[in-house]
Structures are given as C-alpha cells and as structure tokens.
C-alpha cells in the first residue's frame, strides 16, 4: 500500500544551524512529492514539489529537498534555520490515480534561540 | 489572487447536531479536496470533487457528505456530530488534471470544528 513515513516526530534545532527533515515513501509508480509547513492554528503551506527532472528542488523561504529514488526519499534541507520556521512539516505523495495526497505524520520543528 | 477560503474558521456544537463547512477555491481552480486532521489519526482525506462530481472518497461513514457548485464553491456536511468529530478540516483546491503532471493542492485556512 502507498504510504509517507516521517520518522522523526519532533526535532530541536538551534538558530542558525542547518536542517534536515526525513521522508521515506512508498509508492509503486513515479512518485510526486511534496512538502508542506503548517504552522499553529493554521492551513498548509506549499514549500516545494518534486515532479521529474532535476532530483534536488529548490523551494520557498530558503528550503530545498533532494529525491533519491533509490532510498525511496524525499529529504528537506536548510542550510541556516531561521526562529521562524518553527512549525510542523508534513510530507505528501500524489496519488494520480485517486486525486488524493497522501501524508506523511509529520515532524514537529522546535528552533532555540 | 486570493488563496482558498474557509468559512467559518471556528464551530462549537453538540453531539448530535449537524454542520455545514464552507470553501471557496483559488479562481481557475475546478478541483476542491477536504481533509479532517487530528492529533491521533493526521491527514485523511475525505473526498474530491471536479466540476460538480464527486471523484474520489476516503474511508468515513456515510455522515460525512459534500458537494460542488457550478462555481467550484464547495461544502462539506456532517450530520449526527460525534465528539470525535472534533478535528481540523482542511479544504484544497487545484485545477484537477491528472495524468503526466501531478496536480498541486493549495490548502485554505481550515475551520477548527469542536463537538461537544
């Protein structure tokens, strides 16, 4: 069966170093990949998507995210986390054939000043 | 552009009551998904809508239903509120094609639904 797994439930970081969120997928054809910010009390945010071509992506507000087939992953990346990144990331894969995401649990993203 | 929209953005009712959620898609935008998260079971989807049909829908009973209007507005009702119904439901709009090109979903606000 499809599925996202975020095998991180939270993470701490300090302000300033860098950042990487995992995403391991599990998905029988080309995998369409996501990533999404939430922050509290609020909807998602698109940060970046994987479609084809280029396997490093580059999205919004600094992050970036490298497909590896291979290891099924979908990894986020911040060179220099900022205080205000500090929120919860889901990962998501397309299923094309039932219009669906499907989303991974999420990693919390503590920042210490 | 305006972003998707979700009203109302907070809802307290009782066990037993039924409620109407609203959104409204990004203009252009003829696919409108809801998702319901909680803190126990994340991210589900509910169902999709494109151009009034209903394409796909996720694993929830019966009393959770919706539909689209000929202007891609869409709601999404659930009848006999149940307290774990409490959730964030999450609406998402995109233009709705599928094939080569994954579509991609932008998410509204969400509207924060408690049951009492």
């Known amino acids: 069966a499809q599925s996202v797994t975020q095998p991180d439930i939270h993470i701490t970081v300090s302000e300033g170093a860098s950042l990487e969120l995992r995403c391991n997928y599990s998905y029988g054809a080309t995998p369409y990949l996501f990533w999404y910010v939430q922050s509290p009390g609020q909807g998602l945010q698109l940060l970046l998507k994987y479609f084809s071509g280029d396997t490093l992506v580059q999205g919004i507000k600094g992050f970036e995210a490298e497909f590896k087939r291979s290891q099924s992953s979908f990894n986020l990346r911040k060179p220099s986390v900022h205080w205000s990144d500090a929120a919860e990331y889901f990962c998501?894969?397309?299923?094309?054939?039932?219009?669906?995401?499907?989303f991974g649990s999420g990693t919390r993203l503590l920042v210490r000043p | 552009k305006a972003g998707v929209t979700q009203t109302p953005r907070y809802l307290i009712k009782t066990r037993g009551q039924q409620v109407t959620l609203s959104c409204s898609p990004i203009?252009?935008?003829?696919?409108v998904s809801w998702y319901q998260q909680t803190p126990g079971q994340g991210l589900q989807f509910l169902f999709e809508?494109?151009?009034?049909?209903?394409?796909n829908k996720g694993n929830f009973p019966g009393r959770f239903s919706g539909r689209q209007f000929s202007n891609s507005r869409s709601e999404m009702n659930v009848s006999t509120l149940e307290l774990g119904d409490s959730a964030l439901y999450l609406c998402?709009?995109?233009?709705?094609?599928?094939?080569?090109?994954?579509?991609?979903?932008?998410f509204g606000p969400g509207t924060r639904l408690t049951v009492l």
């Open positions: 203009s252009g935008h003829r696919s």
């Open positions: 998402a709009s995109s233009h709705g094609l599928a094939g080569e090109f994954a579509d991609t979903q932008y």
């Open positions: 809508y494109f151009s009034e049909t209903q394409r």
């Open positions: 998501a894969v397309w299923m094309d054939s039932s219009y669906k995401l499907i």
